[in-house]
C-alpha cells in the first residue's frame, strides 16, 4: 500500500478530440515539493483543476490519504484539507491584509454557531498573526490589501492558503508577474514553511531557476501525458527532457 499524501492513477480529460489529459499518474508523498512543469498546452491546468475538483476527469483516480476524492468539490477538498492558490490575486482588496487572512479560515473554524459567537476575529487573531510574521509582512497587517503592491498581494494571497492548516497546497505559478527579485524570497518562504508546517506542496510554475531551487521532484508533462518524473538533477539530465521543453 503507497504512503503517498496524494496519488493520481490514470487521469484522462478531452475536449471533443482533443485529449487534455491522456493517462497521467504520479504521486506525492508527505513533506515533499513536487513541482509540474512542461510548455504551453501540456496538459499541466486541465490535470490540476482535475485535481482541485474544478472539473470532472473522464477517468482516473485520485486519492488524498488513501481516500479517493475524485470529483469531490473545491469546497469539500478544502474541508479535507486541500488548499490552493490561483494564477490570478484572490485578495479581497478593500480587506486588511490581517482580515483577509481571518477570513480564509473561517469556513475550517467551527461549526457556524460558534462561529456566530465568537470574537470579531473568530478566535484565528494569533494564527493570523504567526502567519503574518512568517511572511515578513507585520508592516502592512493593518493596511487595505488592495494598497499594496502586486508583489505583497501575491505574499498575503499564498499565506491565506495556508491559514487552515491544509496538508496539502497547490500553487498555481507563485511567481508570475512577481518582480524578479522577490522570487527568490517567495522560495525561501516555501522551504521554510514546507520545513515547519511538514506540508505538501505541488507547484506549477514557468521559472525553471524556480522550480529547480525549490522542488524535491519535477513531472514533466507534454502534450497531456508524463514525459518524465525525477529529481531536479535527474530532470536537467534527461535529454528527452532538453530536447523537447528546455530546449538546450
Not at 37 to 55: A, D, E, H, Y
Not at 142 to 164: E, H, N, R
Amino acid at each position: 500500500m503507497s504512503n503517498a499524501l496524494l496519488k493520481v492513477t490514470g487521469l484522462k480529460k478531452a475536449y471533443g478530440a482533443i485529449q487534455a489529459v491522456g493517462g497521467v499518474s504520479f504521486e506525492v508523498m508527505p513533506g515533499e515539493i513536487f513541482g509540474v512543469i512542461g510548455p504551453n498546452g501540456s496538459g499541466k491546468t486541465t490535470m490540476f483543476n482535475s485535481v482541485l475538483g474544478q472539473i470532472t476527469p473522464d477517468a482516473g483516480t485520485i486519492e488524498l490519504k488513501g481516500q479517493n476524492i475524485t470529483g469531490l468539490s473545491p469546497l469539500e477538498l478544502s474541508r479535507r484539507g486541500v488548499g490552493r492558490t490561483f494564477q490570478t490575486l484572490q485578495v479581497f482588496g478593500k480587506m486588511t491584509v490581517r482580515d483577509n487572512l481571518i477570513v480564509a479560515a473561517q469556513e475550517h473554524h467551527g461549526s457556524m454557531w460558534s462561529r456566530m459567537f465568537a470574537p470579531g476575529d473568530s478566535g484565528l487573531g494569533d494564527k493570523a498573526d504567526a502567519l503574518i510574521d512568517q511572511f515578513r509582512i507585520r508592516h502592512v497587517a493593518d493596511s487595505l490589501a488592495g494598497t499594496l503592491s502586486y508583489g505583497q498581494q501575491k505574499l498575503v494571497d499564498i499565506a491565506m492558503a495556508f491559514m487552515a492548516e491544509p496538508d496539502l497546497v497547490l500553487l498555481d505559478e507563485p511567481c508570475a508577474g512577481v518582480n524578479p527579485s522577490l522570487v527568490g524570497g517567495i522560495s525561501s518562504l516555501l522551504k521554510e514553511l514546507n520545513k515547519t508546517r511538514k506540508g505538501s506542496f505541488v507547484v506549477i510554475e514557468h521559472n525553471m531557476d524556480f522550480v529547480m531551487d525549490l522542488c524535491h521532484r519535477i513531472m514533466v508533462m507534454v502534450e497531456g501525458k508524463v514525459m518524465a518524473i525525477g529529481t531536479p538533477a535527474e530532470i536537467r539530465a534527461n535529454k528527452q527532457v532538453l530536447d523537447a521543453y528546455l530546449g538546450n
